[in-house]
């Protein structure tokens, strides 16, 4: 079972959430990532504690959890409860509070360090010291420092620094990951997830001594005092994370694989859970998975304490197999038993179809969402639920009206084939009232038309520079064309000539002469009677033709292409399943 949730939120109390019915669960192939992280690789790459050689989890404490390099708090700072995982959170108050550690070796090698943090408020142009250690403030690279400058992420090395792109505000949750790979230099950071800054260090970080301090710049100014909430800082040498990895940490609050038959979790914040009663490991979707045998039987788990804030996003997938109807998949409450300002998150109706629900508190009540098809006993069915109260649908679901390329054969649930059909006005009102009739009015009273692109391609509405302007649902183009005239390029054709001759005609007058003493003869010109009598040359053909030239046959119209299936989106809800 997956857990997905956004950080942006505030502090708040703690919560648990428990699960009661009857049914197993196991991991989730790479092809049903979560939708709301956009990919997960949990289970899929190096356990997400691998070289972890220390982990503050400031449980009331500044003591290391592994024991290597336990911190001495300075000037009592304060803990409250955590947002993400077991215990508590720490709070320096920005004036004098910080902590000390011992020497923590980063020199000459790769490392990944995470945390989460809360700022309470900042000087957006004062450097703000969340880990720091230096060994000489007068040499390049002898000094390491990773924090916050003019509102932007920073990760320096002494005069050998990263700047981050993207300002961060007060009041808010965010994740951060810095880090350092040995072997080509890189220095990275993260924010919430997402990488916000690259660059090439000349050199390593060089240090080889000085105390590590968290909140405090060493040696710097008061104003380098963190102000504001700490939780889970994590130290990996000698391990560069992924992106993948980077991002599932930010995102995924708990991973239960149970493939070890452990109520342990897999993922990053170490929220391990209790059996209650008949649990068994038995054979899953994939590996194992768990199975309630009895009644009262159930996997329970405390500290989710984001899953019970109003209106945080949130997604949660999982692999059912009932064996009969209705009951609880998951299930929240303030007590570890079920009961108190409890609700069930993803359940089963009595008719077998899954329900979702969320606490709306402008309504001081439920709302919820079920889907048609009861779910198969017996089988394995893959559920995700994911919530948003953005926009009314889910962040990482699309509106009604977004087309993509689908390389499949079968059409996913809330798509449609756009092959110009004509569908239901009341069934996909959603859709209709994106696109109206502008695809085709369809029965004019029911119904209206999907776009069809079949054997069609796509073109941007509008007028590009020296373009044709196109109008939304304008369909033009031909697959094969003949030219006319007026499209032909100039060109020549052969001529073929045969030959020819003229024949002479008599003379006119017919009036013979004798002259210089010869006879029988015609005198050119006028005779001696004054008639004239030149013979005249007959008209001939010349038989001359121009060759034709081409066949007048339609060409192909054609660009190198190759077919796929567009598919329109037609629903949009705030809860969705994937079964």
Known sequence: MYINLDRSTTVSTDESVN??????????PSEYDIPYANYTCAGKTANPRSNLSTFWSFDSNTYDSLNQANATAINNPMYFAAYAGPGNCIMFDGISQYAIAPLIDFTNQSFTIELVIFLNT?????????????????????????????????????NDNLYGTTSLAVNQWYHLAFVFDIENL???VYLNGVL????TATNPYLGTFGNTIIGYQTNGPKSSLFPGYMDNLLIYRGRVKTDCEIHTDTFLYAYYSWDNGLPIDDG?????????????????YSNNGLSFSSTGSYFVVADFTALGLSYDPFTLSIWVKPSSFGGSIVHIAFNADGTTNCHTILGMSSSGQPVAQNYDITKIGLYSISDSNPLPLNQWTHLVETFSINNGYSQWDLPPGVILAFAGTTVPDGWLSCDGNAISRLQYQNLFLVIG?????????????LPDFRGRTLVGVGQGPTLTNRLLGQSFGTE???LSVNEMPAHSHDVNDPGHAHKMGNPVGQVWETAGGKTNRFSYGTNNHGVPNNPPTQTERTGISLKTTGSSAAHNN???????NYIIKVLMRKFYFIE
């Open 186 to 188: 890189n220095q990275r």
């Open 268 to 284: 990053p914040n170490s929220i391990d859970g209790t059996f209650v009663k008949s649990v068994s490991s038995v054979s899953g």
């Open 196 to 199: 916000d800054g690259s660059r």
């Open 480 to 482: 094969k064309h003949i």
């Open 19 to 28: 699960t009661t019915t009857n049914f197993s669960s196991t991991t989730i």
């Open 437 to 449: 009739t502008i695809y085709g009015v369809g029965d004019h009273v029911t119904t209206f038309n």
């Open 122 to 158: 900042f000087l957006k142009t004062a450097m703000i010291s969340i880990l720091s250690q230096c060994a000489s403030m007068n040499e390049t690279n002898q000094c390491f420092n990773l924090g916050i400058l003019n509102s932007k992420l920073f990760f320096g090395f002494n």
């Open 558 to 564: 054609m660009p190198p292409s190759l077919a796929i």
